[in-house]
């Protein structure tokens, strides 16, 4: 099993997350590339400490919307969003060939995640730009979603991820934030979640409706509070039941 | 000789110089990378279209500063140069691959490239993070700068560029925009420097200083009043002279 | 009756519309605010022409997209709108007062004007805003609006606007653009269609179903292609007719 | 005698600094205003939470450079930092007309306040902006500097300050980040220093040389290490010796 975390989200003077200790403990990291957060000096370290930690780096784009951390959903085109993806996928691309590193996955980030997920004009667009720069690489998203699909399509690998810390709607969705139960915050909690999601899938919907979800990535949030100890609750769990945690895209 | 100039500056809803006009002049097309102009619609589109008229496609990365255009000194450190640069150099990179085509050299834009020029710790940061992205890169810059010293003490290929459009000092440097001459307009004097820098490189300073300059390549401002009209003196000039109009990059 | 149009767009080393010659038909100017369009600089020299000119100064508020100009709906909150809206009105009353004159409505940009229109929570958000900042403002809507709406609601003088130069829906909604028929460009038509709305208001949707829109203000887009000439047109007809054109907003 | 620090400097989904607690130790918050640091919303909480508490608020404009914290230094000329500088004010009087409250003086930020300190030019412009937007606000700027000056040649009020966590040079400027000794974190050292100023102004620069310093108010740097503890402990060291703390502007 792969765990993955949202990783380079400070900005200029300002911190987010404890992405050393995040490196510690997950196998993929989803490296902003500066739209929605990161700048170049952040990628740049960001990289450099993955690369030394063995951390496949992935590519997580977002719409250009720094003030809204990529959170808002912002009506650009598919055009528009092809471009940013091709845009942002090479910055980080380049940083990594400097750290002697390269790129494995492209993930998208905060709103264009969501819309990825749903819409499918949105996924093909992504999934045919990160196609056009780079065929070898894969496209990580949320399991049964449009994104998957288009990735196929396209002839992409694709991964497949699950929340251990989200809540789930009964249709398989993910809870929206704000929602009662959409954050799960306990680390008990939290690792029993990415056991069942590591082994047979079968969670509950936050309305009790049984679900079987077999994700390639577990994705912890770097920025929920008490990420750190969410994320090594979930690897203590894992390791401890004998579960190799290996990135997915090697 | 080759002909650059600097393209791709639109930038969302404004529109700036005319592209698809200089690029039947060009050889090499200076693409901007969205920290002083362009954006990703605007880089993918200036990449086509220079890809299908056969123009050299080269990096123009500038300082993070679109209000100013990237022609403002700023005191970014080497190390935060050397990061944007790579991070700039990168999304045009993914671009052009995008679009079938590739990069084949970077020129530093506006403020940057003055600093460049004068520099040596700026120019080696630069210098150092176009030959870690990729050694096959050429680098573009002002003939007998910094910046041509510090791409030869890395081992890159340099191509020293010429103005036409530009007034010189006597010591071989730039004329400051502002003062008296700095900019030639009248399209016949511009042919006429162009055709003194193509062949035995004899001009003349500000000041009447008698200087020699043999760039690899010319430059025309695409801002600059009348740059296309400019740009069209100089490519009949140089062509009705006989001389072979070719990317320096090749 | 007034004429308004959207003002001050252009931005650092990019120029949109031909700020002078609208300046010579209008009697309203939407001042971009830095969000969307204008920066500082451009804000000043809009401020200085207008107040010049006798022409009312509006602000004119928009999502903070410079890439997108405003016009993509972006899911902000209420909440982040209103600080959004206090921060761009208070810097242009500051660059007014800087330059002697004051501003005298607010009128939301693009994207935001839509939603403005549509949406009441958006709209009491704008209008509290405004009515907080100062209560004698003017807020210039959509005739019909939930914008003007929650401008009453909050004992805001408000003024209403129809376009001479776009279609019109059945229900009196604009016509989104890209929709045929959504831009008018032909002087005559628009002139005519200024005509009717600051007269008996009579005009047909793009489907033929009788209106009557009775305006306080008859708004020229500025970066509508031959803007300065429909704007010309439309004064002509209405000055020429013997109407007089004269702030709504004293 | 009067304790300011810089306030609001945080950003979208990024915080800096602890503001509830810095705002029980100052009397005045130097606001910023969304150029390097700071948001709409932001700078509404802060004025919220700052006028609750008594405390005076200023604005705190800086250069448009986000990425660089408004601390790298930027070659806008006097023109744009003037307009720029009216900008902010006005976007911060607006917030704080829409809370109730209002803006008592200026403060520039970060190497805007370093060039203005130094440079004639550059103090001229932010002076005569300020008392163009509201010639009753103060201006607060390092004691004796080109900035007290140009406040004192415009007619403003001014107010001098001093720093009690950096250390001085021997002509009485700052030394620079970077040097060793420029930033004082103990916090004992720190109270001493500002008992010192506030009441003989005897200290001594980081060479030995003695230096009397009379500030109007003592800065303390809200996002040193341990900002908050510094500040306290100044508090409480003015206090106890039975000084009376209370804003310069009134």
Chains 1, 2, 3, 4 share one sequence.
């Not at 980030?109 to 749903?118: D, E, S, T």
């Amino acid at each position: 099993m792969d765990l993955n975390a949202d990783l380079g989200e400070s900005f200029g003077a300002w911190t987010l997350g404890d992405d050393a200790a995040l490196l510690r403990v997950v196998t993929s990291a989803n490296v902003a590339c500066g739209f929605h957060a990161g700048d170049a000096t952040v990628m740049r370290a960001t990289v450099r400490l993955a690369a030394a930690r063995g951390v496949a780096i992935g590519a997580h784009p977002g719409y250009r919307d720094l003030a809204g951390f990529g959170r808002r959903e912002l009506a650009a085109t598919p055009h528009e969003i092809a471009d940013e993806v091709i845009y942002q996928l090479g910055a980080l691309q380049a940083v990594c060939t400097a750290e002697g590193t390269r790129v494995r996955y492209v993930k998208p980030h905060g709103a264009l995640y969501n819309r990825a997920a749903a819409d499918a004009a949105t996924a093909r667009a992504i999934a045919e730009s990160v196609a056009r720069v780079d065929p070898s690489l894969v496209l990580l998203a949320l399991a049964g979603s449009a994104l998957i699909e288009a990735g196929r399509a396209v002839g992409l690998q694709v991964a497949a991820e699950a929340f251990a810390d989200r809540g789930y709607l009964a249709d398989g969705r993910l809870a929206p934030r704000g929602m009662a139960g959409a954050l799960l915050t306990d680390p008990a909690a939290v690792a029993s979640r990415a056991f069942a999601l590591a082994t047979d899938g079968r969670i509950d919907s936050l309305d009790g409706t049984p679900l079987t979800i077999l994700p390639d990535s577990i994705c912890i949030h770097g920025d929920t509070p008490g990420a750190t100890r969410l994320a090594a609750a979930v690897r203590d769990r894992l390791a401890g039941s004998g579960i190799t945690l290996t990135p997915f895209a090697a």
